[in-house]
């Protein structure tokens, strides 16, 4: 499956951005999804993750009641609905396929990788 990220700019601290990813090339909904973001000097992380249906989610502690994960099959997209941002929020931020159907945090569970798209939260 091929994905491709964007919505990703630059935002004020407390400001709001939701990111999509689109997929396409395969059947979308046989993939768990997930967001990941890196920033200069750090390693790659999850952000949230969503199973092959939508209807399981998880979310990693610094993004939990702030950030939220969801996904359409019929227009296969995947989205991250990102409130309440803050400065260190700022990072390339990755979409990613993985053949587990089931939600999955781990990085190597994940097969298929989006380029991209940045957000810069500013202070």
């Known amino acids: 499956v091929q994905l491709q990220a964007f919505g990703g700019g630059l935002v004020q601290a407390g400001g709001s951005l939701r990111l999509s990813c689109a997929a396409s090339?395969?059947?979308?909904?046989?993939?768990?999804m997930g967001w990941f973001r890196q920033s200069p000097g750090k390693e790659r992380e999850i952000v949230a993750a969503?199973?092959?249906?939508?209807?399981?989610?998880y979310y990693a502690d610094s993004v939990k009641g702030r950030f939220t994960i969801s996904r359409d099959n019929a227009k296969n997209t995947l989205y991250l609905q990102m409130n309440s941002l803050k400065p260190e929020d700022t990072a390339v931020y990755f979409c990613?396929?993985?053949?587990?159907?089931?939600?999955?945090?781990?990085?190597?569970?994940?097969?298929?990788w989006g380029q991209g798209t940045l957000v810069t939260v500013s202070s």
């Open positions: 969503i199973n092959w249906i939508g209807d399981n989610t």
């Open positions: 090339g395969r059947t979308f909904s046989n993939y768990g």
């Open positions: 990613a396929g993985s053949s587990h159907l089931a939600v999955t945090s781990m990085t190597g569970d994940y097969d298929y």
